[in-house]
């Protein structure tokens, strides 16, 4: 359901990755680092296929069935963040947490049949972004109040609605990823100057939630210096802050 998938373990999309001479070249470091030959038997990455997975808890109402699913690498991709109690589980194939259903949301519409849906339903959303929180902030841990639980993949709206060049100001919506960002405002000889290390993953929103702090930063360091007005969909609404400037 997504154009690139981030790695169910690793940092990037699929099919990034080391090749075979950096591969070799690593392992041979850590074998003399650590004084044991044949590391690589120990490091292999878990594969997808390996996780015996429960069963989703929640079947997919029809009105939502469009954009999302309950298939098990999407719930496994949504599963955790990028910290390293986080790895831990993933190599420890445990995967009790993850969401019942995944849904990718390609407009306000279907945030908001998602939101409405899941409040009747008893259903926890955790809104998902770039997936790099260090801090567990897109783990569906919600206890045993919920029926169930849903990840809200808020990539797909990833569009620059507007650049007002005389304001050096953008509208642009909360799932675009920073290189997007750059790529989008390059052209209009602009840049949001935010830099996280999380970069090729992070997304505005995510960023925003969080309130992330970028390198190259003198001055402008956190992301809240460069927002001047937010629209937030939530169960009961939208919010939405003055624009500025007016
Ligand atoms: C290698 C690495 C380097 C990092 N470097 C930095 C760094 O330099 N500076 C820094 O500050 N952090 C850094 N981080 C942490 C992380 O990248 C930041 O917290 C980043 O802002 C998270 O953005 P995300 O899009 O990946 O959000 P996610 O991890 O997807 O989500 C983070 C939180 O925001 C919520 N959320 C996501 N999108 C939305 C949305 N649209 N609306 C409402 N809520 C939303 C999620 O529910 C979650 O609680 C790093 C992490 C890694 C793994």
């Not at 849904?103 to 997936?131: C, M, N, Q, R």
């Not at 930063?217 to 992301?223: D, E, M, S, V």
Request: net charge negative.
């Amino acid at each position: 359901m997504v154009a690139k998938r981030p790695k169910f373990c690793g940092w990037g999309y699929e099919g990034d990755g080391l090749t075979q001479e950096e591969r070799e070249m690593v392992l041979a470091r850590y074998a003399e680092r650590f004084g044991l030959e044949g590391f690589e038997k120990f490091i292999n990455s878990p594969l997808p296929d390996q996780v015996d997975l429960h069963a989703s808890r929640i079947e997919i109402p029809a009105a939502l069935a469009d954009f999302c699913s309950a298939a098990n690498i999407d719930r496994l991709t949504h599963t955790y963040g990028k910290s390293f109690p986080d790895y831990v589980r993933i190599y420890d194939k445990n995967f009790t947490n993850a969401p019942d259903i995944v849904a990718y949301a390609k407009s306000e519409d279907h945030v908001d049949a998602v939101l409405d849906w899941a409040t009747g339903a008893k259903v926890a959303v955790i809104p998902f972004g770039g997936g790099s929180s260090v801090v567990g902030g897109i783990e569906p841990a919600v206890g045993g109040k919920f029926a169930g639980t849903l990840s809200l993949d808020l990539t797909s709206l990833n569009q620059i609605l507007e650049i007002d060049k005389t304001s050096r100001a953008a509208r642009m919506q909360g799932g675009i990823r920073c290189p997007d960002i750059e790529n989008g405002l390059r052209p209009h000889g602009l840049t949001m100057r935010h830099f996280p290390q999380s970069f090729d993953l992070a997304t505005l929103g995510g960023m925003i939630a969080t309130r992330s702090g970028g390198h190259f930063a003198t001055l402008y360091t956190h992301i809240d210096d460069f927002v001047e007005s937010t629209r937030m969909m939530t169960p009961a609404g939208v919010m939405e802050s003055r624009r500025l400037p007016g």
